[in-house]
């Protein structure tokens, strides 16, 4: 299983930036992927998951802002991040996570590390 993020870079406050992260040997269609993010001396946070039947939910700091969806001919999941403050700067993890298995079986990326300056 691989899931491989991408996207993530050094950006101003108020501007945009698209993850993607594709994944391989898993099954796509029935995972539930999502993505969470770090920050230095923070615990992991959910940012937004996107569910097989593209049901959304996303933390209420980033509702209006960030816009999760996903591509199953692809096999990937994105991140749209607009209006980028400087409390987002985290490394952004992918994680698969499947719907059937309980408890349910998950995978997650190396991270993506995003940069907002003020």
């Known amino acids: 299983v691989q899931l491989q993020a991408s996207g993530g870079g050094l950006v101003q406050a108020g501007g945009s930036l698209r993850l993607s992260c594709a994944a391989s040997?898993?099954?796509?269609?029935?995972?539930?992927m999502g993505w969470y993010r770090q920050a230095p001396g923070k615990q992991r946070e959910l940012v937004a998951t996107?569910?097989?039947?593209?049901?959304?939910n996303y933390a209420d700091s980033v509702k209006g802002r960030f816009t999760i969806s996903r591509d199953n001919g692809k096999n990937t999941v994105y991140l749209q991040m607009n209006s980028l403050k400087p409390e987002d700067t985290a490394r952004y993890y992918c994680?698969?996570?499947?719907?059937?298995?309980?408890?349910?079986?998950?995978?997650w990326g190396q991270g993506t590390l995003v940069t907002v300056s003020s």
């Open positions: 996107i569910s097989s039947g593209l049901s959304t």
């Open positions: 994680n698969a996570k499947h719907e059937y298995t309980i408890p349910p079986r998950e995978n």
């Open positions: 040997g898993i099954i796509f269609s029935i995972r539930t």
